[in-house]
T-cell receptor, first 114, second 116 residues
Framework: GAGVSQSPSNKVTEKGKDVELRCDPI?????LYWYRQSLGQGLEFLIY????????KSGLPSDRFSAERTGGSVSTLTIQRTQQEDSAVYLC????????????FGQGTRLTVV | AQKVTQAQTEISVVEKEDVTLDCVYE???????LFWYKQPPSGELVFLIR??????QNEISGRYSWNFQKSTSSFNFTITASQVVDSAVYFC?????????????FGKGTSLLVTP
């Protein structure tokens, strides 16, 4: 596609349920990033993929969070046993080389845990 | 510790006024990169500029200009003759870690409101 695509755009889930957020990066972009944007914490880095491997998972807030990327393309961020503090907008970005190329962002998934 | 500080939480100006958004960063690295992103109400982050630590030359792009000063660890952004369409949240970001693919370390953002 022309840009980074994220789905769903909105997700409401009950506390304790698992959720999966999807990111389709720009074709050919080898680097993929997940960020979280919340009122209290601003924009936080979660995880970085180069190809299918994740050299840096340091931003994942807890072991309830995991992510994978397959075929060097689509990535899925999974949150298990969701908590209310997980409510946020989850943003995905991709870039050409994972160096300091311009990162292109998707429109995000707004997750609300009730 | 916050590596990027945007002290101005909200700014409100009248159309055609000039406005400067402040950004102060903190790093021990000699090689790093600074960015500005715009987030309009639609929510998508839009890239505005990237600067590396070795290039202190100021840059102008239309009504936008950036002032990078290593001596004060600042990377300020000025919008000249502001327009209503400039209303958005603006984020300054620092990138310094190759192991994280140079992931962005964002400031808290400055919300700019331009009124007619």
């Amino acid at each position: 596609g022309a840009g980074v695509s994220q789905s769903p755009s909105n997700k409401v889930t009950e506390k304790g349920k698992d959720v999966e957020l999807r990111c389709d990066p720009i074709s050919g972009h080898t680097a993929l990033y997940w960020y979280r944007q919340s009122l209290g914490q601003g924009l936080e880095f979660l995880i970085y993929f180069q190809g299918n491997s994740a050299p840096d998972k340091s931003g994942l807030p807890s072991d309830r969070f995991s992510a994978e990327r397959t075929g060097g393309s689509v990535s899925t961020l999974t949150i298990q046993r969701t908590q209310q503090e997980d409510s946020a907008v989850y943003l995905c970005a991709s870039s050409l080389e994972g160096t300091v190329a311009e990162a292109f962002f998707g429109q995000g998934t707004r997750l609300t845990v009730v | 510790a916050q590596k990027v500080t945007q002290a101005q939480t909200e700014i409100s100006v009248v159309e055609k006024e000039d406005v400067t958004l402040d950004c102060v960063y903190e790093t021990r690295d000699t090689t790093y990169y600074l960015f500005w992103y715009k987030q309009p109400p639609s929510g998508e982050l839009v890239f505005l500029i990237r600067r590396n630590s070795f290039d202190e030359q100021n840059e102008i792009s239309g009504r936008y200009s950036w002032n990078f000063q290593k001596s004060t660890s600042s990377f300020n952004f000025t919008i000249t003759a502001s327009q209503v369409v400039d209303s958005a949240v603006y984020f300054c970001a620092l990138s310094e870690e190759p192991n994280s693919g140079y992931a962005l370390n964002f400031g808290k953002g400055t919300s700019l409101l331009v009124t007619p």
